[in-house]
């Protein structure tokens, strides 16, 4: 491809809202542009990356038994109404209808159709098991997209789908996506560390997120460099355990004036925030008010919180009169005299003897409060964050917290949704028996950026070679003024072409400062210069854009070394 004929611009600015180096290079070197609010047109440039990573990944599906097939888009509502999803999920699904008025969805995933395929074609367990995937457009009203390809409302995702006859199938097939996964990102130059996560809407018995370790990365992780415990801190245990030696004392009044928060609380009464409560209170997407206790040193894990509570719709902060309709008063608020709220306290706060908590008076709070003694709750869990230090809950020792992306998820589904859709297959021993499923997904964008992120440097992009959209940028240097410059260039752009080498030849009337400095932006993995001073010296000069290194090489030699 020669430059003077790629569909792409470079710009010499930053993009005004861009605060990771992904979304700042793709949009100056010309691999992308923004169309709205998380939707952006892959150029040519960026077009070719996505096309190199989908191949990575269909190589390494197709190696652990894939078949690649497609499915639509666009879902009928009815589809999803089965599953119970079209109820559960918020406006982050694109729902509309049909000319016909029938209610229709932009598809954000594909298990109802797998499952209602499977129930379709899939007979009896001789059929079993299977991995089938797809590479398809997904929707998702994102109600805060960033960074870029990082978080996008559009956007194409390898999803793929196991269908086994038992759960001892489907653990196998879990394991072979993620060592699959695993060479996938080691390919793509993707360093990442599997965590377990939230099943979230998916469902299921369980699931693994592959993060990339980033400071602009949205989730929390709880890592214990000891024993290699890794989790989500959306999922991740506390392993802080409570002295539960200290007798139960009687409850106390204390006039606490303006004492609305823990901090506050704990200087006035000259106590560590461990020995307070800390309320917060929530409604479910059903209308519940939701109460949660959890020790003053912690802070409220909301997916856990709706883990506990089984909160359809997810949950919203209360606001101050929900709070006073149940009788607690906010800022001072605790369950003690509380009626028609869901009680959630967490394992540690319900261990911990003797708290201060809030009397639903406004100044006023209680020593020595006992959960069970003094208020019952309706559910005891595990619904604290798990903090910087806190002991590993495997082996003990201090884990640290670390921010990630999220590239890729695996999913047991077990058989919520061939339940849902009536996939059945008939069993060696003759009994009719629901399929079990898993669920496979990588975002092909994200990873893209992602890429960007782990290989960059202050000039650009630098682009391993199994995803590069060119193995080399060609540079003619001086043709103007030198006819055997461009003759030299045209030669060895036409013999590594012949010899199928991907090769971006910048023929440009432009400046070598110019051509150099595109060059380092635009990241391929080798520039190849042709100028005046290296057909003296025999041949072109050879550019490692990873290393820096370069060396005069002769034509042959760098046609041998940019095909082996």
């Not at 355990?241 to 200290?246: Q, R, V, Y």
């Not at 040193?297 to 883990?307: A, G, I, M, R």
């Not at 590239?407 to 008939?426: P, Y």
């Not at 051509?515 to 520039?527: R, W």
Request: proline fraction near 5%; charged fraction near 25%.
């Amino acid at each position: 491809m020669r430059l003077s004929r790629l569909f792409f611009a470079t710009l010499r600015d930053d993009p005004a809202d861009a605060d990771m180096a992904s979304h700042r290079l793709l949009v100056r070197a010309g691999y992308v542009r923004q169309l709205g609010s998380g939707i952006y047109s892959l150029l040519p440039l960026g077009f070719r990356v996505q096309q190199r990573i989908e191949q990575v990944i269909r190589e390494e599906i197709d190696a652990i038994g894939g078949q690649e097939m497609e499915m639509p888009v666009v879902h009928p509502a009815d589809l999803w109404r089965e599953s119970g999803r079209y109820q559960k999920i918020g406006p982050e699904m694109a729902r509309f209808k049909d000319r016909s008025g029938r209610d229709m969805v932009l598809a954000m995933t594909h298990e109802e159709v797998v499952a209602q395929l499977v129930g379709d074609i899939v007979n009896s367990y001789r059929q079993l098991p299977l991995i089938v995937y797809h590479f398809q457009t997904k929707f998702r009203d994102e109600p805060r997209a960033r960074g870029g390809l990082i978080r996008v409302r559009e956007f194409v995702m390898k999803d793929s789908y196991s269908v086994d006859v038992d759960q001892a199938g489907l653990d196998r097939s879990y394991d072979l996506h993620h060592a699959a996964y695993q060479r996938i990102f080691d390919r793509l130059g993707i360093p990442t560390v599997a965590v377990g996560s939230d099943v979230g809407i998916m469902g299921g018995s369980g699931a693994h997120e592959f993060m990339f370790l980033n400071q602009h990365g949205e989730d929390t992780l709880v890592l214990c460099d000891a024993c290699g415990y890794a989790a989500n801190q959306q999922i991740a245990s506390v392993g802080v355990t409570a002295d539960a030696s200290e007798e139960p004392m009687l409850p106390e009044e204390v006039d606490t004036p303006g004492t609305e928060t823990i901090a506050s609380l704990a200087a006035f009464l000259d106590v560590p925030t461990s020995r307070t409560a800390k309320a917060a209170f929530f409604v479910t997407g059903d209308g519940r008010l939701v109460t949660a206790i959890v020790r003053g040193d912690f802070e409220v894990n909301e997916t856990k919180l709706v883990n506990a509570v089984k909160a359809v719709g997810g949950l919203r902060p209360a606001q101050a009169d929900e709070i006073r309709a149940a009788g607690m008063e906010p800022g001072y608020g605790s369950p003690i005299g509380a009626h028609d709220t869901v009680v959630v306290v967490d394992r540690l706060a319900a261990d911990s003897p003797n708290l201060v908590a809030g009397a639903n008076r406004p100044s006023v709070h209680l020593r020595n409060v006992n959960v069970g003694r003094d208020f019952t709750p309706d559910v005891v869990a595990d619904i604290a964050n798990a903090r910087e230090g806190d002991p590993c809950p495997t082996c003990g020792e201090p884990v640290r917290l670390a921010q990630g992306i999220e590239v890729g998820n695996i999913f047991k589904l077990g058989s919520d949704f061939t339940e849902s859709l009536g996939a059945t297959f008939v069993t060696e021993d003759g009994e009719r028996r629901h399929a079990i499923m898993g669920s496979y997904g990588i975002g092909l964008g994200r990873a893209m950026a992602c890429v960007v992120e782990a290989h960059h440097d202050g000039k650009g992009i630098v682009w391993p070679v199994e995803v590069a959209p060119y193995r080399a940028h060609l540079i003619a240097i001086g043709a103007a003024r030198d006819p055997a410059v461009t003759e030299a260039a045209d030669a060895l752009h036409e013999r590594l072409a012949d010899a199928g080498v991907d090769v971006l030849y910048d023929d440009r009337d432009e400046s070598p400062g110019v051509k150099f400095t595109d060059a380092e932006l635009l990241g391929m993995p080798t520039i190849v210069t042709v100028s005046p001073r290296s057909l003296a010296a025999g041949g072109a000069e050879v550019t490692d854009r990873a290393s820096g290194q370069r060396e005069v090489r002769p034509m042959d030699a760098v046609v041998e070394a940019l095909t082996a």
